[in-house]
């Protein structure tokens, strides 16, 4: 028995979400062996041998994988998936695109966003917006698995010394084509990646009280900027910083809620957060009901004066 991670990178470097889809791979049990398919991905592949706990990184070069096309990293998967008994994928775009179409040409049926591992066969995943926990016992010989993130430590990236084994590239299957990537450029963290966030509400009112409030808070706490969809919806911020169901889903320490009125769509993707700092005038607002430390107050008067006491 052995598990095959489908490593998230950028050619030079892994990216963490990889690591938790590591720790997730550990507990199925077996062998843990990375895949890094790319193009010029060498470094990708010797950071991914060094992650604590991997016994084999496969590495496949070829300008196929250069753009992480869905369809190409599947079909590298399919190339080398004989002899795995689970094939997990991080629960990101990447793998929520390439997972569906591994589990499709295998014949099994995926198992989604899991979040704790029970055996080799048996897996927990949130339903209903994270308001119930299922228990899935999965009878397929081999589980397509994609991992939340956030349900899972970050295995140690450093301390390993796995073997590289390079394997060809795949021949591009001429199914899709890269056109373009626009990239959001941001000294910030990443949303998913950072360890503190400061989110923001419809109560900001407008873009630039958005920018005005919640960005200096930010700038002082070094933290990535997240925002309710009612604060995206109104074009107080960008959708990538999106926190929530249709959202992203982070688990900072802490997040800061500012004027967020916590609905289960919104606290479906930050209630695993380690810390919830909470700041609503309304004081039957649910966020307070998740949150380890509410203020109580208008967010307009505290904020400036937090940032002013940092
Ligand atoms: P509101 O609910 O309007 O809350 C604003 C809060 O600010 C209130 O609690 C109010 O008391 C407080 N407030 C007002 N003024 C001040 C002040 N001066 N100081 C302090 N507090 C103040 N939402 C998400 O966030 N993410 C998602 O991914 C998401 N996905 C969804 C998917 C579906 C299918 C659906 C149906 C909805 C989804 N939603 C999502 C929307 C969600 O239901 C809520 O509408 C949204 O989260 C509300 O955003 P909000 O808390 O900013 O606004």
Known sequence: MSALVIAEHDNTSIKSATLNAVTAAQACGGDVHVLVAGQGAAGAADAAARISGVAKVVHADG?????GLAENVAAQVLAIAGGYSHILFPATAMGKSAAPRVAAKLDVCQISDITKVGGPDIFERPIYAGNAIATVQSGDAVKVI????????AAVATGGSAVVETVAAVVDGAKSRFVGRELSKSDRPELTAAKIIVSGGRALGSA?????????????LGAAIGASRAAVDAGYASNDLQVGQTG????????????????IQHMAGMKDSKVIV??????????????DYGLEADLFQVVPELINAL
């Open 146 to 153: 994609t991992v939340r993130t956030t349900g899972f430590d």
């Open 208 to 220: 630039e009280k958005f920018q005005e409030i919640i960005t200096p808070l930010a700038d002082k």
């Open 278 to 291: 909470a700041i609503n005038k309304d004081p039957e607002a649910p966020i307070f009901s998740i949150a």
């Open 63 to 67: 300008q196929s994988l250069k753009d």
């Open 248 to 263: 992203k889903i982070v688990a900072p320490r802490p997040y800061i809620a500012a004027g967020i009125s916590g609905a």
